[in-house]
């Protein structure tokens, strides 16, 4: 096998509670992750080597504004490349579909695949675990993906416990905007001292995202978007945006309100599995 061609799925954060700040900048927080149906798409092919040399990364198709290495994709490859001492090379491309800068993990969710993607053409024979470890020098989110598994997450993100939500049907939409993360978590209105629940508690409550009110203070697109998309269905948020999602218990009713939608936003209809479509195409983990 020299070749796959692999989904890259999108996440979205069910609920997000900031629980307190700590001495190195860093947020506490609750959260609760689940992969869509929806997402991009990655082809690699392995490649060879010259003797004496290593295989070249090479990147079929690049993003805008953003030079190769960069690319959560490209150093992806390089990472575990170098990590196993490979000689071997790989071409990349990538079909996007997800939004770029939408909080719905597209960047982490390509370099995971990448790596899940290589080990196997490669043969570098890389447990999920290590190459979770391997992709927290990518980003934070890009453990999730690996895992493979729907999670919630505490700390600043890293203790993962595998969690099964209902795997409901989502619309998501995303507004003409652009928002900073850094500007988010360093906002003075956001609140820092949600009170630390159990998982138990949680799933029973209301979900929230602690983000959305500093969001929408800043970002009237978002504000209006979830102002329209509450008419239907429970919405809110998801990370830090900023994309917006609502909650559907079918297909039929997420599409029939995506046909109201009359701005012109990027927006698609996906329902959430809390077994990533990358895994399971892989036979790396069962449906549950």
Known sequence: MQNLTLPSPAKLNLFLYI??????????????????????????EATSYKEHSTGTIKLLNNLPNVAPENNLVYRAAKLLQMQTACKQGANIGIVKRLPLGGGVGG??????????????????????????????????????????????????????????????????????????????????????????????????????????????????????????????APARLTGTGACVFAEFNTKEEAYSVLAKKTFDIDGFVAQGKNVSPLHQRLHLISPT
């Open 19 to 44: 629980n307190g700040k700590r001495s190195d900048g860093y947020h506490e927080l609750q959260t609760l992750f689940q992969f869509l149906d929806f997402g991009d798409e990655i082809y690699l």
């Open 107 to 232: 960047g982490s969710s390509n370099a995971a695949t990448v790596l899940i993607g290589l080990n196997q053409l490669w043969n570098t024979q890389l447990s999920l675990d290590e190459l979770a470890i391997l992709g927290l020098q990518l980003g934070a989110d890009v453990p999730i993906f690996v895992k493979g598994v729907a999670a919630f997450a505490e700390g600043v993100g890293e203790k993962l416990t595998p969690c099964t939500p209902a795997e409901k049907w989502y619309l998501v939409l995303k507004p003409n905007v652009s928002i900073s993360t850094p500007l988010i978590f360093q906002h003075p209105n956001l609140p820092r001292d949600t009170p630390k629940c159990t998982l138990n508690e949680l799933l029973q409550s209301k979900w929230e995202n602690d983000c959305e009110k500093v969001v929408r203070d800043h970002y009237s697109e978002v504000d209006d978007l979830l102002n329209w998309l509450v008419e239907y």
